[in-house]
């Protein structure tokens, strides 16, 4: 018995909004976006639109696709860093939103390594016969943090807005992490299957919380008492905070690692991989990778272009891009990667039916 990916889906809002458009608001240029990360546009959710909303549409699409019906899923795996809320998670509003059954709906907190670690939970979960089929969603709303104010409004097209000099300052201290991100989901259905020679073989995650600092969101949270206050927003805990240069460094080292690991322990060589879906964080990081790992440049294809990195989105966005595009070859054998706050990251090796 296997696990195998038989569908997806994706959720993206329609909102595009450019390098230039992101000119009108900081002091940055296409030229330097493009240049340091990749990123062409990414899409931003109207306010209101919260991660479930897209996580529940990725869910649905993807089961379309799949040939299947809602009442078919076993269990729901979500990943996001950014929750609708704080408490619950997403998974029972992915469960309702996407009308499946009362059946285990997972959260996971490994953002940008989130739906890697869905994919190793999914794939576990069907291997072990619990489950048949297993939706994996990865979904983001990062909007909410970027400290746009009235900036929002220029950027939708209002030209009689001016910026304030409170507002301009911040959104130049956030440019360095704030042009990189995105809004959006998508899903895919792993599901069982007789032959064990496809589908999901090693595996690999990693931890390791001596770089927690690299990139996190210090508030706002319950070690504080009280857990969130004005002197916590005034300090920008809500922000993320980033090592930008450090965290580039350990991606493009430990990403092609947990590859090379999980290429080695199915007693394969790099050179029999057909691609390799990694983490959309900079196109550098993933160019540095690819170099590392020594394979040309068609089997490590990015879209960070059209979606910025949108953390636990980017691994299935990919993936359902490449899906649609007819990219995904029967028999392809695939890594995926992904390197992100925790730090996390850590590699899955698979061969599609
Ligand atoms: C963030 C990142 C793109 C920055 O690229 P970089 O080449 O390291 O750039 P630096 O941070 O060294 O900044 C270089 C200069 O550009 C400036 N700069 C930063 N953001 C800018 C922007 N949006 N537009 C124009 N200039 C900018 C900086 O102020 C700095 O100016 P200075 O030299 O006068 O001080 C890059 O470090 C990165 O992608 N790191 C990984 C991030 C990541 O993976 N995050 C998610 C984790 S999964």
Not at 150 to 161: H, M, N, P, R
Not at 167 to 176: F, H, K, L
Not at 212 to 223: A, D, P, Q, S, T
Not at 310 to 321: E, F, R
Request: aromatic share 6%; hydrophobic share 45%.
């Amino acid at each position: 018995m296997s696990a195998v990916i038989i569908g997806s889906g994706a959720s993206v809002p329609e909102r595009v909004v450019t390098n230039h458009d992101l000119a009108q608001i900081m002091d940055t240029t296409d030229e330097w976006i493009v240049k340091r990360s990749g990123v062409r546009e990414r899409r931003f959710a109207p306010v209101g639109v919260g991660s479930s909303d897209l996580a529940a549409a990725a869910v649905g699409a993807a089961i379309a696709d799949a040939g299947l019906l809602p009442a078919d899923i076993d269990a729901v795996v979500c990943a996001t860093m950014t929750p609708d809320q704080f408490a619950p998670g997403i998974a029972p509003q992915v469960q309702q939103k996407a009308g499946l059954g009362a059946i285990a709906a997972y959260d996971l907190r490994q953002q940008c390594s989130g739906f890697l670690y869905g994919l190793d939970l999914a794939a576990s979960l069907i291997e072990s016969g619990r489950n048949e089929h297993v939706v994996v969603v990865g979904a983001e709303v990062h909007r909410g943090y970027l400290p746009f104010a009235e900036g929002w409004d220029i950027l939708a097209g209002d030209t009689s807005v001016e910026l304030s000099e409170q507002t301009r300052t911040a959104i130049d201290e956030s440019r360095g992490w704030a042009v990189l991100f995105g809004d959006g989901a998508a899903a895919v259905v792993v599901s069982r299957h007789d032959d064990p020679d496809v589908g999901f073989g090693p595996r690999r995650l990693h931890t390791d919380g001596t770089w927690v600092h690299l990139i996190e969101v210090k508030g706002v949270g319950f070690r504080n008492q009280p857990w969130v206050d004005e002197a916590q927003l005034q300090a920008r805990l809500h922000w993320p905070s980033m090592s930008g240069a450090e965290l580039f460094r350990q991606a493009s080292v430990l990403m092609p690692e947990a590859v090379a690991e999980v290429v080695a322990e199915a007693k394969l060589t790099v050179g029999d991989l057909d691609l390799v879906i990694a983490h959309q964080a900079n196109a550098r990081i993933v160019e540095a990778a690819r170099k590392r790992l020594g394979v040309a440049e068609s089997v490590v294809p990015m879209n960070i272009d059209r979606w910025g990195n949108t953390t636990a989105a980017t691994l299935p966005l990919l993936w359902d891009d490449l899906a649609r595009e007819g990219k995904i070859p029967e028999g392809a054998t695939i890594a995926f990667t992904a390197f992100g706050s925790g730090v996390h990251w850590g590699a899955l090796l698979y061969r599609h039916p």
